[in-house]
C-alpha cells in the first residue's frame, strides 16, 4: 500500500502533491483528541499527519535504522511510542512544535557556490571545471554540493533525531537548544511487530518475531 497525500484548491479544480512515502505503510495509530494520524512505514519513517488541521501539514520523525512495525499513543502525555525491525522503541515528545522538513530544490549548479552539478554540460564547459555531485541540506532544502554541505547535524525539532546533511550556513545556524533530543530510544533486543500499552499501569507488551512477549515497565520514560 503506498500513501499519498494532495491539497485540493478551493475551486476543487487542482490537487497538489505534499507528502508521500518511499516504502509501504506498514503501522498506524490515531489520537483522537488532537484529531492527529500517525503512520509507520518500511522506510524507517513514521509521519504525523494533521488531518483535523485540514492544512495538509505532514510530519517527519526519523528516529529508527529499519521498517517501522508498530505504533501506540500515550494520549495523557502526548507521547508516540514507535518500535521497528531494528529492535528500537522510540518514545516521541509529541508535545512539541515540529516543523515540517523542507521540500528538496531543484538546481543545476550548488546554490552555495554556484559549482556546476555533474550533469550541467554547458557551465562546466563554460567555467572548465568539472560537474559535482548534488546533495541536499536537511534543513533549508537546498541543493548543494559535498564542499557547502560538509557538515552534519541531529535537528529534533524537524524529526531528525540521527544526524543528518546540512549546508555549512544552516550548521551554524543551528543552535544548542535546537539540538536538544525530543525522543528517548531504548533496545528491546527483538524484532518487534506489535505492541500494546496499557496507560493506566504503565505498561507496553511488545511481541516479536523470535515468537517472545516481553512486558515493558514504561513509567520511567512515559510520564
Not at 479544480?13 to 505503510?25: E, F, L, P, R
Not at 543528518?164 to 543551528?174: L, N, Q
Request: proline share 3%; hydrophobic share 35%; net charge negative.
Amino acid at each position: 500500500m503506498q500513501c499519498l497525500e494532495f491539497i485540493l484548491s478551493e475551486d476543487y479544480n487542482k490537487m497538489t502533491s505534499v507528502k508521500n512515502y518511499q516504502g509501504g505503510v506498514t503501522a498506524l495509530c490515531w489520537d483522537p483528541v488532537q484529531r492527529v494520524l500517525f503512520s509507520g512505514s518500511s522506510d524507517h519513517s513514521v509521519i504525523m499527519w494533521d488531518i483535523g488541521g485540514r492544512k495538509g501539514t505532514a510530519i517527519e520523525l526519523q528516529g529508527h535504522n529499519d521498517k517501522v512495525q508498530a505504533l501506540s499513543y500515550a494520549q495523557h502525555t502526548r507521547q508516540l511510542i514507535s518500535c521497528g525491525g531494528d529492535g528500537g522503541i522510540v518514545v516521541w515528545n509529541m508535545d512539541v512544535e515540529r516543523q515540517e522538513t523542507p521540500e528538496w530544490l531543484d538546481s543545476d549548479s550548488c546554490q552555495k557556490c554556484d559549482q556546476p552539478f555533474f550533469w550541467n554540460f554547458k557551465q562546466m564547459w563554460d567555467s572548465k571545471k568539472i560537474g559535482l555531485r548534488q546533495h541536499h541540506c536537511r534543513k533549508c532544502g537546498k541543493a548543494v554540493c559535498g564542499k557547502c554541505s560538509s557538515k552534519r547535524s541531529s535537528i529534533p525539532l524537524m524529526g531528525f533525531e540521527f544526524e543528518v546533511r546540512v549546508c555549512d550556513s544552516c550548521h551554524e545556524a543551528i543552535t544548542d537548544e535546537e539540538r536538544a533530543p525530543t525522543a528517548t530510544f531504548h533496545d528491546s533486543k527483538h524484532n518487534i511487530v506489535h505492541v500494546h500499552f496499557d496507560a493506566t499501569r504503565g505498561w507496553l507488551l511488545t511481541s516479536g518475531t523470535d515468537k517472545v512477549i516481553k512486558l515493558w515497565d514504561m513509567t520511567p520514560v512515559v510520564s
